[in-house]
């Protein structure tokens, strides 16, 4: 059972053009979305991070949305530069426990020069 | 501060064989976590450990054992090898438990093949 579903798996976009991933989870109890990217042959790095009590969080050119009633969430990134190609994952996990994060399938992102 | 570390960054084995994969981290962290990537399925959690003594199964615990004897390093067992366990193990360690203070922060990773 994967409790959080992530789409596109791959997605190709141009510089200076908008990325947008999403994701859809299933506990209801999970109140801690956190993004992560990651570089091939890196450790995954946490990108930006989110709480249901907000309906969005932006830092610099990544933005988190969220729709609690919808139970799903996703990450906008601006002004998509080429340095930005990675693979994305989002995460949940109960904010009483955000060392046991359930991921996504990933992302792979590529931002065309 | 290194961070947290992992060795070996790569690792062939035979079925049936046994190995450590071993994590430490110097930032005095409690909450430390074992993942493992597969293609096309994330990064599951395979077990963490709350603090020096404490650990618990996440996802897929089944053909890992670990161990938290200090704050420091965070061990991963495997006792007997299968080609089912070829993958990416990620360690992961963090302060505090509340998200708002929380950042996980992974190791570089340890690439396994078993054969």
Same mark, same amino acid.
């Given at each position: 059972q994967q409790q959080v579903k992530q789409s596109p798996q791959s997605l190709i976009v141009q510089k200076g053009g908008i990325s947008i991933i999403n994701c859809a989870y299933e506990?209801?109890?999970? &109140?801690y979305f956190p993004w992560y990217q990651q570089f091939p042959g890196k450790g995954p790095a946490l990108l930006i991070a989110i709480r249901p009590d907000v309906s969005e969080k932006k830092e610099g050119r990544f933005t988190i949305s969220f729709n609690k009633s919808a139970k799903q969430f996703s990450l906008h990134i601006m &002004?998509?530069?080429?340095? &930005?190609s990675a693979t994305y994952f989002c995460a949940a996990s109960r904010m009483d426990s955000s060392y046991k994060l359930i991921f996504g399938s990933g992302t792979r992102l590529l931002v065309r020069p | 501060n290194a961070g947290v570390t992992q060795t070996p960054k790569f690792q062939v084995l035979k079925t049936g064989q046994s190995m450590t994969l071993q994590c430490a981290q110097d930032?005095?962290?409690e909450y430390m976590s074992w993942y493992r990537q597969d293609p096309g399925m994330g990064l599951r959690l395979i077990h963490y450990s709350v603090g020096a003594g404490i650990t618990d199964q996440g996802e897929v615990p089944n053909g890992y054992n670990v161990s938290r004897s200090t704050t420091e390093d965070f061990p991963l067992r495997l006792l007997s090898a299968a080609p089912s366990q070829t993958s990416v193990y990620f360690c992961a360690s963090s302060y505090a438990r509340t998200g708002d203070q929380e950042t996980q922060y992974f190791g570089p990773g340890t690439r396994l093949l078993v054969l």
């Open positions: 506990n209801t109890a999970f &109140d &002004d998509s530069q080429p340095g &930005d | 930032m005095n962290h």
